[in-house]
C-alpha cells in the first residue's frame, strides 16, 4: 500500500489549505484513513480519522476548524484546514488501518506552515 500527500504549503494565519492522500495498492474495503502531524519536539498526534462507513474523530484542538472526508472510489481522503493558526505548523502524515488485517502504512508527510 502506498500514500502520496498533496497540498501543503505556507499559509497565513487564518487561512485555509485542503490536504489530499491517495493510496494504491492491496487497499481492503474497510478501513480508517485519517492525517496525524508531528511537530518538531514533539510526538505524532491524530489530527482527524474517517471510517469507510463515515464515521469521523477529530482531535480537540481542530474540531470546528478541519473536516476530514473521503472519496472511497477514489481510495482518497481529504483534511479541509481552516482559520489555520500558528500552532497548526507541523509534518502531517496520512494513514490507513486495513481493518480485516490490522495493518497499517504511513505516508511521507507533508509540511504545513502557518505564519502569524
Same mark, same amino acid.
Given at each position: ?6 497540498? /501543503? ?12 492522500? $491517495? ?7 474497510? =478501513? $480508517?484513513?485519517?492525517? @496525524?502531524? &508531528?511537530?518538531?519536539? +514533539? &510526538?505524532?498526534?491524530? $489530527? ?5 462507513? /463515515? ?6 484542538? $481542530?474540531? /470546528? ?6 472519496? =472511497?472510489?477514489?481510495?482518497?481522503? @481529504?483534511?479541509?484546514? =481552516?482559520?489555520? +493558526? ?5 509534518? @502531517?502524515?496520512? =494513514? ?5 488485517? &490490522?495493518?497499517? @502504512?504511513?505516508?511521507?508527510?507533508? &509540511? ?5
Amino acid at each position: 500500500v502506498q500514500l502520496v500527500e498533496s497540498g /501543503g504549503g505556507l499559509v497565513q494565519a487564518g487561512g485555509s489549505l485542503r490536504l489530499s492522500c $491517495v493510496a494504491s495498492g492491496s487497499i481492503l474495503s474497510i =478501513n $480508517v484513513m485519517g492525517w @496525524y502531524r &508531528q511537530a518538531p519536539g +514533539k &510526538q505524532r498526534e491524530l $489530527v482527524a480519522s474517517i471510517h469507510t462507513g /463515515g464515521s469521523t474523530n477529530y482531535a480537540d484542538s $481542530v474540531k /470546528g476548524r478541519f473536516t476530514i472526508s473521503r472519496d =472511497n472510489a477514489k481510495n482518497t481522503v @481529504y483534511l479541509q484546514m =481552516n482559520s489555520l +493558526k500558528a500552532e497548526d505548523t507541523a509534518v @502531517y502524515y496520512c =494513514n490507513i488501518i486495513l481493518i480485516l488485517s &490490522q495493518r497499517y @502504512y504511513w505516508g511521507q508527510g507533508i &509540511q504545513v506552515t502557518v505564519s502569524s
